[in-house]
T-cell receptor
Framework: EAGVVQSPRYKIIEKKQPVAFWCNPISGHNTLYWYLQNLGQGPELLIRYENEEAVDDSQLPKDRFSAERLKGVDSTLKIQPAELGDSAVYLC????????????FGPGTRLTVL | GQSLEQPSEVTAVEGAIVQINCTYQTSGFYGLSWYQQHDGGAPTFLSYNALDGLEETGRFSSFLSRSDSYGYLLLQELQMKDSASYFCAVRAGGGSGAGSYQLTFGKGTKLSVIP
């Protein structure tokens, strides 16, 4: 079974530029999560989707971050404009249902904002 | 909100046993998960405890005491490849709302296995 796929793996941009991350979850997983992970810290939830509906986006900075999950499969996370403090690893995860402590993570996108 | 505490670093000898503790403060507790993450890699699920007691999976075991808001991960017969960061994560929430399914991660414990 293929795992969670993310692209790009690395991205370097200048501040104030836009950036987008893409995630393809494991086939059949209805629940999709976007996390942010700073160096030396644990993942922090940004948004959770159930199919195509964002059911928990309370920690998503909506002034500059946006996300979508069209057709309940792939998802895109966007930052516009990026700030220096956005430099981090952005992780996508999926699970067959939300009622589980097990999530399957992708390799992440390491973002560097200069 | 939720808060978790775990040691920042642990060093152990190859072949030995190591225990990584996790204490948490939360409301609406559902369960405690453990994840492993190698440098530059993705977090990988190890175990999930919803009930008190010990769960064993190969060389790894996880324990939970709900009354003490405490859990630990036990790694036996340590191997060099076990050098990684280990995160505990609580699944908690305030009821049937969206937060019920949120995992909140600790800051992680960096395990170094030495020869």
């Amino acid at each position: 079974e293929a795992g969670v796929v993310q692209s790009p793996r690395y991205k370097i941009i200048e501040k104030k530029q836009p950036v987008a991350f893409w995630c393809n979850p494991i086939s059949g997983h209805n629940t999709l999560y976007w996390y942010l992970q700073n160096l030396g810290q644990g993942p922090e939830l940004l948004i959770r989707y159930e199919n195509e509906e964002a059911v928990d986006d309370s920690q998503l900075p909506k002034d500059r971050f946006s996300a979508e999950r069209l057709k309940g499969v792939d998802s895109t996370l966007k930052i516009q404009p990026a700030e220096l403090g956005d430099s981090a690893v952005y992780l996508c995860a999926s699970s067959p249902a939300p009622t589980t402590g097990e999530q399957f993570f992708g390799p992440g996108t390491r973002l560097t904002v200069l | 909100g939720q808060s978790l505490e775990q040691p920042s670093e642990v060093t152990a000898v190859e072949g030995a046993i190591v225990q990584i503790n996790c204490t948490y403060q939360t409301s609406g507790f559902y369960g405690l998960s453990w994840y492993q993450q190698h440098d530059g890699g993705a977090p990988t699920f190890l175990s999930y405890n919803a009930l008190d007691g010990l769960e064993e999976t190969g060389r790894f075991s996880s324990f939970l005491s709900r009354s003490d808001s405490y859990g630990y991960l036990l790694l036996q017969e340590l191997q060099m490849k076990d050098s990684a960061s280990y995160f505990c994560a609580v699944r908690a929430g305030g009821g049937s709302g969206a937060g019920s399914y949120q995992l909140t991660f600790g800051k992680g414990t960096k395990l170094s296995v030495i020869p």
